[in-house]
């Protein structure tokens, strides 16, 4: 749950469902001292993973309605929530290790998604087997996050 509101608090803070994927990163990290740049940058992929932000164009977009998350008083998120690894983002990293461009892999990604139908775990999953490389562990993982659902 700390996850969705600490996405939701920059779009309720700007009252947009939109914003620049920099102006997300200041609002966590220099607007509200919650991450550095870089953490709040590896909250993006983490949010992205888990179907709460969509990513395009330098822009992320909430894909839930912010004002229906209620922040606490005093809420700081725990740093746990950035060193969880999706699905999504095991398939990046393994992608990123076999020599494939994170931005190429992303989009590739995000058009299977976009063309199959399917959540975004699952087309990482498929992109990487259709690039040789098996990830057996990750689909998996996608499967039983899916029977969650």
């Given at each position: 749950?700390?996850?969705?509101?600490?996405?939701?608090?920059?779009?309720?803070?700007?009252?947009?469902?939109?914003?620049?994927e920099n102006?997300?990163?200041?609002?966590?990290?220099?607007?509200?001292?919650?991450?550095?740049?870089?953490?709040?940058t590896?909250?993006?992929?983490?949010?992205?993973?888990?179907?709460?932000l969509?990513?395009?164009?330098?822009?992320?977009?909430?894909?839930?309605?912010p004002t229906?998350?209620?922040?606490p008083?005093?809420?700081?998120?725990d740093?746990?929530i950035?060193?969880?690894?999706?699905?999504?983002?095991?398939?990046?990293?393994?992608?990123?290790?076999?020599?494939?461009?994170?931005?190429?892999?992303?989009?590739?990604?995000?058009?299977l998604?976009?063309?199959?139908?399917?959540?975004?775990e699952?087309?990482?999953?498929?992109?990487?087997?259709?690039?040789?490389?098996?990830?057996?562990?990750?689909?998996?993982?996608?499967?039983?996050?899916?029977?969650?659902?």
């Amino acid at each position: 749950m700390s996850l969705r509101i600490t996405v939701a608090a920059p779009f309720r803070q700007k009252g947009t469902e939109r914003l620049a994927e920099n102006e997300f990163v200041v609002a966590l990290s220099l607007d509200r001292d919650w991450f550095s740049p870089d953490q709040a940058t590896r909250l993006v992929d983490v949010a992205t993973g888990r179907g709460l932000l969509d990513r395009t164009e330098g822009h992320v977009e909430i894909t839930f309605d912010p004002t229906a998350v209620t922040i606490p008083d005093g809420f700081v998120p725990d740093e746990e929530i950035i060193q969880q690894q999706s699905p999504f983002e095991q398939a990046l990293s393994a992608l990123d290790d076999e020599g494939i461009e994170k931005q190429d892999a992303v989009a590739g990604i995000n058009r299977l998604q976009s063309n199959l139908g399917v959540t975004i775990e699952t087309a990482a999953v498929v992109y990487a087997r259709r690039n040789g490389i098996a990830l057996d562990g990750v689909a998996e993982q996608a499967r039983a996050e899916l029977a969650e659902e």
